[in-house]
């Protein structure tokens, strides 16, 4: 009898029963490691960490072997021997493209940001949308305004269609002074950036407003690798001064502080007097199953600009490529964020989000565009100013379990959004003094109420995602003008409501080819002020669709290909510069994205993304129906060389084809190609680097619009291009200490 127990103990351990093990990931510094993927070779199962760095794997046989995989961390390969706990610690280390792992929870639009972050760290505030495939900026405003955004054959405007968030934190603006989802990003320290997680199309369940190409989130990072003192300085009387410093680090508790002061006065004749301060602060917690995570940041910028110059003027000798014709313009902004997260984990796979978020905000701007064009006399100075309070709060539940041989998480949520907007106002001005004329003025209150469910089921190599949201959204506009500024107030209201179906399938055969389709319906609210006087449809809608694949033909290698299209329902726009609505038709667009990544030794890294749009209104006769200043070809390479001590060095190109700038193409923006170059070394504790902007010092137009002005001169008014110029030939050294 003990003879058949011990060969009855030998075919279990032969032939195995499935066991479950549970196991913890830790990185070098024993702190947890959270989103760790983890795969059984033998079964093709799959788990990943939570927040404390704990997995769960179940159907093991003793012999498996688990492989531990993260970008960022080196790859380990572990024997199951019948353990039923395991720790295991990774190393942290550059990502190099052979670790990287396919899986169906990896969006391929995640892999190619994680790597440029990565290995071309972003070096200010106005690179970290630059990082998305295909997306152009263009800043045209003294350096203290939201940058213009240019993405899928869309002028974006600042932010109307992209949503943008940042931990969690809503950037866009809704109803806001300058244009509709103004999202101004400079309050982000490039330094504390871990990740930028971007999602093309609106095809997951968290993309609500102003998600119609895509979602940008950053976050932030929860430690800091060392304290650090930079300092940089360069042409046209540019200083950065920077200071991170951690004073809490424990492995279950941790908190810092960064500090940056920027000034600059740029290359126009008129120095733009830039300046901007910035703290950027975190504080986490962990408990047994609780993890609490506060943020803090502010930021205060102020400066002048140049204003747009006018074609003819440059042509004529009037004024040089960095003149002006009025440079009274400028402003102010400030914004104040705090928000508070909590993530509760409980024994049956499933987890609890809370999140909670508040932002103050402060906005001025002196604009001029049309020179003389309205008055003769004063010239055509605008004044666009908004106080506003912005409170957040959303929940998420998830769960993860088994039904039958299929993996399922299931996601719910709801949330809500109010935006409190105190004398929000387009005013005539002179001189930044005097307020001629109000043309609107009054409070905003719009408050968006949503909810959300999804299921990801993972049937063997397939993964298929469904998901529904609702979105609620009521917009309330109280007009002072129309009330003489005396008598009390009457509030208007009215609300609105759109449910949006997306669906995502992938197929992930082995862990070096995916590919995916995805469909799903988008959305951005229009301004209150246009709804509450029944001028535009209050929620207009977007149709798009996705399938591409990505494919590591090699180690070294990786390429992606994307086909995607969108149908853009008609809409009325608010001009915010003009307080006038100018409808815009129903549009289609469709294009295409290629991708490559190549690593042919460990420290050198290419670069290649291009991309292609055909964008034109629906309804439009042909000729007539061009999209104005939807790029259709763009282009990004570079290529860099960076080990972790030692001599760094890396170029990149960006390059834009000619444009319509209107719709019959009869006016162009010009494209341009603008070449930058970073070079340094580093040491253990010191680094020094030199970056050029604009190596070649080409004469490229930054931003283009075609615009009617008149100049005091003139008697008619002319249509033309009016731009802002890129910046020359720019030289910025680095000297940085870590402690």
Known sequence: MKKFSWVLFLLISVTGFSQTLQGVVSDEKNRPVEFMYVINQRTQNHAHTNFKGVFEMERLKVGDTLVFNKMGFETKQIVYNKNTKLNVTVKAKTIDLDQIMLSPEINEDKIITSIDVERNPVKSSQ???TKVPGLIIGQHAGGGKAEQIFYRGFDIDHGTDLQVNVDGIPVNMVSHAHGQGYADLHFVIPETVDKIDFKAGPYHFSQGNFATTGTVNLKSKENLDHNLIKLEG???NTKRLLFMNTFLDKTDESAYVAIENLNSDGAFESPQNFKRFNINSKYFKTFKNTKLEFSFSHFVSSWNASGQIPQRALDNGTITRFGAIDDTEGGETSRTNVSLRMIQKYDDNSQMKHFAYYSKYKFDLYSNFTFFLNNPVDGDQIYQSEGRDVFGYNSDYQKEMMWGNTEVVINGGVGVRTDMV?????????????????L???DVNETNY??????????????????LRLDYVSFGYQDFIENNNTTGFKLKEQSAAILSPRLSVSYTPNNSFQSYFKVGQGFHTNDSRLIITSQANAIPKAYSTDAGFVWKTTPKLLLGLDLWAMLSEQEFVYVGDAGIVEPNGASVRQGVSFNTRYQPIKALFVNFDVNYTHARFRDEPSGQDYVPLAPDFTLKGGVSYKKDLGFYAGINALHIKDRPANEDNSIVAEGYTVTNLNMGYIWEKFELGVQIQNLFDVAWNETQFATESRLQNETQSVEEIHFTPGTPFFVKGTIAYKF
């Open 234 to 236: 360069g042409q046209f």
């Open 127 to 129: 690179e970290l949308l």
């Open 450 to 467: 949503f909810g959300y469910a999804s299921a990801a089921f993972q049937l063997n190599k397939w993964s298929v995602n469904p998901s």
């Open 440 to 442: 609107r003025y009054g």
């Open 422 to 438: 105190g004398n929000n106002q387009l005013s005539e001005t002179k001189n930044k003094s005097e307020i001629l004329q109000r």
